[in-house]
Nanobody, 125 residues
Framework: QVQLVESGGGLVQAGGSLRLSCAAS????????VGWFRQAPGKERDFLAA??????????YYEDSVKGRFTISRDNAKNTMYLQMNSLNPEDTAVYYC????????????????WGQGTQVTVSS
């Protein structure tokens, strides 16, 4: 397994932006799918975005509610991935988790076998 550590969470006003980082150790992420999930109080952990190696290039895919606002990226040289979050609103308040999967192009939480500890994002109105 790979060890993942998130950072970059915090308190931001509605309409603001945050950039989350997820640093990996123990194994290179280059061939893995890496993704972001979030969990609000009293709710299930939901898929947000992921990026997979498909054929000869990386493909990013998003949950509909964050398309156009969130951007996932990865830097294999640093073994790190990112989630740029713009136009944040109070409904985005949650604990955000990064995760890695050996499966390609998956949004299924059960396909992800490595998880970070989570970072809190709070958006005030």
């Amino acid at each position: 397994q790979v060890q993942l550590v998130e950072s970059g969470g915090g308190l931001v006003q509605a309409g603001g932006s945050l950039r989350l980082s997820c640093a990996a150790s123990g194994r290179a992420l280059s061939s893995n799918t890496v993704g972001w999930f979030r969990q609000a109080p009293g709710k299930e952990r939901d898929f947000l975005a992921a990026i997979s190696w498909v054929g000869a290039y990386y493909v990013a895919y998003y949950e509909d509610s964050v398309k156009g606002r969130f951007t996932i990226s990865r830097d294999n040289a640093k073994n790190t991935m990112y989630l740029q979050m713009n136009s944040l609103n109070p409904e985005d308040t949650a604990v955000y988790y990064c995760a890695a999967s050996r499966f390609s192009r998956t949004t299924n939480i059960n396909d992800y076998d490595s998880w970070g500890q989570g970072t809190q994002v709070t958006v005030s109105s």
